[in-house]
């Protein structure tokens, strides 16, 4: 590891202008590669206190040895140095994307003697005209079999062309009409080259020219009785507007545009592009990059937006590109954009209208990415049995924690405090032992007593059943306090009905002699509690006085992801690129969903209560049927005995005891407007108005830190 004051220029020696600048380790490899307004001013923030810096920016500061740089006139220039250099040295800590699958194009070889179409994947070539990106390449296909009957261009390799010249007989595209033939001379070169040439202007968007010709010509056919001939053009019409079906209109007046969002955590990004030309959508395709640096998302647009017109120039770059958050500064980007285009290039958010609402599209497709990536990635054995070794490594345990459990607390303002518990085996999910519980041992906000409580109980309630089967070691001694029985759950877990979404109750779950599950009954190899220092220490306290020592414990802080561990100080920094460290957040994270699920179901309960919920053996179907028929509690409640059964479902016995319930039940004060003095009539529904937009209650169910400040 280096000291990067032994690197550090000399005062003076750094020029306050703009630049490119590149840190080489010790081996003279280029590690990273940067750009400045001012040299001066950025390269001193990396020579600062080391404490102070970002862990990511320190580790790379500590593997460099030297640091040089290279002055330009302009922030453009800048721009486009960088770039080149990072496509020439591939830095290991600068952020790089990588296409999450190889995109088919679908491409026009205008630098041929006779243009032709087919699929391309790969690096893209001069002189050739291409679209999309595509999903698939049958979706180009279909595309262009729709599209050659009205422009029959060539398709056919080298090899089949010089044949068919050869022999003087076309292929069978030729004979059928979806192919002029230029290979036995049908057309000439340039009008080949003019077919070609309509063909591109029809995929770049500009469909109306050529369906209003095609059906001006249709109409002189008719009229001068050649029906064949506009038989003919109706169907070329028909391929035309069937091939445009396969991309609707997203955006009207026929914009061309690109639209980039990012979806990202704390270790990984990935990065969606929709291509939109004469307001359709032509193509789609995405990447995926680990947050190597510390970097914001406007840093990100700036990778993603070199990475995509890097090596593009004229009609590639779109006269919009709109983008989630603009890169600091700007300007230098939409130059570079525009002197790459050749012409204007706005680069913006969207603010409202159809492409706001084309961008939350594109936003859901980042999430899928990426929610798909990090799958993938936690499904390769190779890569779990790493992140366990790196785990074992770092907490310095005896093996690898093929078990582990993740606790966390979720609140909401101190109201409604729950608990989660949820099980990884071997590095995956194990849906059917997650656990939740209802923190009652107190009431208020207090994590860290939160903490110890849920330990407690669970780790007791093992304990509970360690003895139970008789698992003891001659000369142990069980630790109880005499509530916890054999079979049931302890008080406020679950009694293993578990949320739709996480329904997998009984899936591998082993058993006792009598058929029960045992819940219990399997201690992990470590424990892991979402939060630092004060969580830790109370996890470790509650397993100390239950006399438990063979279990490892640790917290994963959320604000750098740091590792820490009872009694220690310092927290440990597991490596950026740890597979360990990826394992550790995705427990935390899933720990973090299921509590805050659990949460928010408890509180809709609560908002939900209903007079009728405190009638004995009334179901939620004849409370359906009941408010339905009445229209309100209010009404049901001045009912008669009668009129209560006249409810299909309802017998003259349930009548009376829902009336001595309601009866019972004092109905609220009415509510005053204050300004007025009025007496406001309360419908009394049974539920309130206000469900999914209670106060605290999130925008989005899928997205539980929206609000932090208020719900955890």
Same mark, same amino acid.
């Given at each position: &590891? ?104 679908? *491409?026009?070889? &205008? ?54 010249? +050869? ?50 010509? &249709? ?45 990202? !955590? ?61 890169? !600091? ?107 939740? @519980? ?12 939160? &903490? ?49 979404? #996480? ?10 002699? !009598? ?73 935390? !994270? ?39 028929? @009445? ?5 049901? +409640? ?18 009376? =005891? ?7 039940? *004092?109905?609220? *004060?009415?509510?005053?407007? =204050? ?6 009539? #309360? ?30």
């Amino acid at each position: &590891m280096a000291d990067p004051s032994s690197y550090r220029p000399k005062p003076g020696q750094i020029p306050d202008s703009p630049g490119v600048y590149r840190f080489r380790d010790e081996h003279r490899r280029v590690i990273y590669v940067g750009k400045a307004k001012s040299l001066r001013q950025r390269l001193a923030n990396y020579f600062q206190d080391l404490a102070g810096l970002h862990p990511r920016t320190r580790s790379m500061v500590t593997t460099a040895a030297s640091v040089e740089w290279t002055v330009v006139s302009t922030e453009v220039e800048a721009l486009q140095l960088e770039y080149s250099w990072i496509k020439e040295y591939d830095p290991r800590f600068n952020v790089k994307y990588r296409d999450d699958k190889s995109y088919p194009y679908l *491409a026009v070889t &205008m630098n041929e003697e006779y243009p032709r179409v087919q699929v391309m994947r790969g690096h893209k070539k001069k002189g050739v005209r291409y679209f999309g990106p595509y999903a698939h390449a049958w979706a180009i296909r279909d595309t262009v079999d729709l599209l050659l009957r009205v422009f029959p261009v060539r398709t056919c390799s080298a090899g089949v062309f010089k044949n068919a010249a +050869r022999t003087g007989r076309p292929c069978l595209l030729g004979y059928i009409g979806k192919c002029s033939a230029p290979c036995v001379d049908r057309v000439s070169a340039e009008e080949h080259r003019e077919l070609a040439e309509e063909f591109s202007d029809f995929m770049a968007g500009r469909t109306g020219t050529y369906l209003r010709r095609l059906e001006k010509q &249709m109409t002189e056919a008719a009229e001068e009785m050649e029906y064949e001939r506009a038989a003919r053009l109706r169907d070329d019409i028909e391929a035309l507007k069937k091939a445009m079906e396969k991309n609707a209109v997203v955006l009207a007046d026929a914009t061309d545009a690109d639209l980039i969002a990012v979806a990202e !955590d704390e270790l990984e990004a990935a990065v969606q592009i929709f291509h939109v030309r004469g307001g359709r959508v032509r193509g789609q395709r995405g990447w995926v990059t680990d947050k190597v640096e510390e970097i914001t998302t406007g840093a990100l647009v700036e990778h993603a937006l070199q990475q995509l017109y890097g090596e593009e120039t004229g009609d590639s770059v779109p006269k919009e590109v709109l983008v989630p958050a603009l890169p !600091d500064p700007v300007e230098p980007v939409q130059e570079w954009l525009t002197v790459r285009r050749g012409s204007n290039v706005s680069l913006r958010i969207p603010q409202r209208g159809d492409k706001k609402a084309l961008m939350e599209t594109v936003q859901r497709n980042a999430l899928q990415a990426l929610a798909l990536h990090k799958t993938k990635r936690a499904s390769d054995l190779t890569t779990r049995s790493r992140a366990l070794e790196e785990i074992a490594e770092a907490l310095d345990l005896d093996s690898a924690p093929l078990r582990i459990e993740c606790y966390d607390i979720s609140h909401l303002q101190g109201d409604d405090v729950v608990a989660s518990m949820v099980v990884f085996e071997d590095g995956l999910q194990r849906k059917s032992e997650y656990r939740r @519980f209802q923190i009652k041992g107190f009431a208020g906000q207090d994590d860290v007593r939160s &903490m110890h409580e849920v330990i407690t109980r669970r780790f007791r309630r093992y304990l509970a059943e360690k003895e139970r089967t008789g698992e003891w070691a001659d000369g142990e001694t069980s630790v109880t306090d005499g509530t916890s029985t054999g079979t049931g759950l302890p008080d406020g877990t679950s009694n293993g009905t578990h949320l739709p979404d #996480d329904s997998a109750a009984g899936l591998g779950a082993l058993k006792d002699d !009598d058929g029960r599950p045992r819940r219990f009954a399997y201690p992990p190899q470590l424990v892991v509690v979402d939060g630092g220092q004060p969580q830790v220490a109370a996890a470790k306290r509650a397993l100390d006085e239950l006399g438990i020592d063979d279990i490892a414990v640790c917290g994963l802080a959320k604000r750098l992801e740091e590792v820490w561990l009872p009694g220690e100080d310092d927290p440990v920094v597991l490596p950026r690129t740890s597979e360990g460290l990826y394992l550790l957040q995705r427990v935390r !994270d899933e720990a973090h969903r299921f509590a805050i699920t659990y949460q928010r179901v408890k509180r809709a309960k609560r908002f939900r209560s209903s007079p009728l919920d405190d009638v004995p053996g009334l179901g939620e179907t004849r409370k359906q049927a009941l408010i339905k028929h @009445f229209g309100s509690v209010k009404k049901l +409640r001045s009912a008669t005995i009668e009129q209560i059964c006249e409810v299909p479902g309802i017998g003259r016995k349930t009548a009376e =005891t829902i009336a001595v319930a309601l009866a019972r039940t *004092a109905p609220p *004060a009415p509510a005053v407007n =204050t300004a007025t003095g009025e007496i406001m009539e #309360d419908d009394e529904t049974g539920v309130p108005e206000t469900t999914a937009d209670a106060p605290g209650e999130p925008v989005s169910a899928g997205a539980p830190d929206e609000r932090r400040g208020q719900e955890r």
